[in-house]
C-alpha cells in the first residue's frame, strides 16, 4: 500500500521559513517522479515544485522560483520542500504527490491529473 505523509506545515510571519517533509512508503522510491503542489479554497491545485529525474533539474513555478527548493533524500524514502522568504501569497495547504508505477520520463509532470497518489495536506499559513 502506497502512504504519503507530509509534515512541517505551520504558522510564520513573512519572511521566514518552513521545511516541509513528504515520507513515502509501499514502493520503490528512487527514480519515481515526485512533486509538490498547494491548494487554497476555490482555486485549482498548482504543481510548485516537481523532482523528475530524467529531465534534468527540479522544475519551479514561477511564484516560487529562487525561493523553495525541493529534495530528497532516497535513505529516508522522503522529499523535502525547503520554503525561504516565505510570503502571504504563499499561504495554502500543500500536498505531496508522486507517480507510482507509471513512466516517469523527461518531462516535469505539472498537472494534478498525473500523479496517482496523494498525502494528505500541511498547512501554511504566512501572516503579513
Known amino acids: 500500500q502506497v502512504v504519503l505523509v507530509e509534515s512541517g506545515g505551520d504558522s510564520v510571519q513573512a519572511g521566514g521559513s518552513l521545511r516541509l517533509s513528504c515520507t513515502a512508503s509501499g514502493y520503490s522510491f528512487s527514480g519515481n517522479c515526485m512533486g509538490w503542489f498547494r491548494q487554497t479554497p476555490g482555486k485549482e491545485r498548482e504543481g510548485v515544485a516537481i523532482?523528475?529525474?530524467?529531465?534534468?533539474?527540479?522544475y519551479y513555478a514561477d511564484s516560487v522560483k529562487g525561493r523553495f527548493t525541493i529534495s530528497q533524500d532516497n535513505s529516508k524514502n522522503t522529499v523535502y520542500l525547503q520554503m525561504n522568504s516565505l510570503k502571504p501569497e504563499d499561504t495554502a495547504m500543500y500536498y505531496c504527490a508522486a507517480r507510482v508505477g507509471l513512466v516517469c520520463g523527461s518531462y516535469y509532470y505539472t498537472r494534478r491529473t498525473e500523479y496517482n497518489y496523494w498525502g494528505q495536506g500541511t498547512q501554511v499559513t504566512v501572516s503579513s
Open positions: 523532482i523528475s529525474p530524467f529531465a534534468g533539474s527540479p
